[in-house]
T-cell receptor, first 117, second 115 residues
Framework: AQKITQTQPGMFVQEKEAVTLDCTYD???????LFWYKQPSSGEMIFLIY??????QNATEGRYSLNFQKARKSANLVISASQLGDSAMYFC??????????????FGSGTRLSIRP | DAGVIQSPRHEVTEMGQEVTLRCKPI?????LFWYRQTMMRGLELLIY????????DSGMPEDRFSAKMPNASFSTLKIQPSEPRDSAVYFC?????????????FGPGTRLTVT
């Protein structure tokens, strides 16, 4: 069975500092994908970044990068130069192989990130 | 594109009443997902459809919950009868499977309160 673990319920970071949000996963599939979503206080879910299990390069999207360590089964999100608007709940998620009709995304419990001015 | 549209945005109802939540996915997307989010249980997948066909409803809590997708542009999640423990934010998401990965686009959610 697939499982996503986020061990940091909450984090406080000073504005402009870099921050790493931890995510570990467990799966027996060889092909899978890892996602990060942001949920601000307004409630919507915003897609941030994706990493495929066969991607050799770490994914990057602007200030977001995904530190993918396959052997350790970790997919940490790194936010560089944090901004006040980064304060939100962050969810790590995983999907199974796309060739499986039962492939679906499962979510971790989330990390609440608060940026201090 | 307008994104995923959900209605109503807020619903307050009394225990025992029927509740219907609606979702319009992004045009052209072939997957539709219904999620429930609570403080205690986090984000849970209730059911998802592919090309209007339910694929996995193992997350549906009990028979009081039902979901339909009569066509590619509309889905409903119905709770009958509603109970206070059903109070949550219900998200609809859609995606297009392309190549090796797909991204789910979430709607704004429906905040349901059952008193």
């Amino acid at each position: 069975a697939q499982k996503i673990t986020q061990t940091q319920p909450g984090m406080f970071v000073q504005e402009k500092e870099a921050v790493t949000l931890d995510c570990t996963y467990d799966t027996s599939d060889q092909s899978y994908g890892l996602f990060w979503y942001k949920q601000p206080s307004s409630g919507e879910m915003i897609f941030l970044i994706y990493q495929g299990s066969y991607d050799e390069q770490n994914a990057t999207e602007g200030r977001y990068s995904l530190n993918f360590q396959k052997a350790r089964k970790s997919a940490n999100l790194v936010i560089s130069a944090s901004q006040l608007g980064d304060s939100a709940m962050y969810f790590c998620a995983m999907r199974g192989p796309t060739y499986s009709s039962a492939s679906k995304i499962i979510f971790g419990s989330g990390t609440r990130l608060s940026i201090r001015p | 594109d307008a994104g995923v549209i959900q209605s109503p945005r807020h619903e307050v109802t009394e225990m025992g009443q029927e509740v219907t939540l609606r979702c319009k996915p992004i045009s052209g997307h072939d997957y539709l997902f219904w999620y429930r989010q609570t403080m205690m249980r986090g984000l849970e997948l209730l059911i998802y459809f592919n090309n209007n066909v339910p694929i996995d409803d193992s997350g549906m809590p009990e028979d009081r919950f039902s979901a339909k997708m009569p066509n590619a542009s509309f889905s409903t999640l119905k709770i009958q009868p509603s109970e206070p423990r059903d109070s949550a934010v219900y998200f609809c998401a859609s995606s297009l499977m392309a190549g090796d990965w797909y991204e789910q686009y979430f709607g704004p959610g429906t905040r349901l309160t059952v008193t």
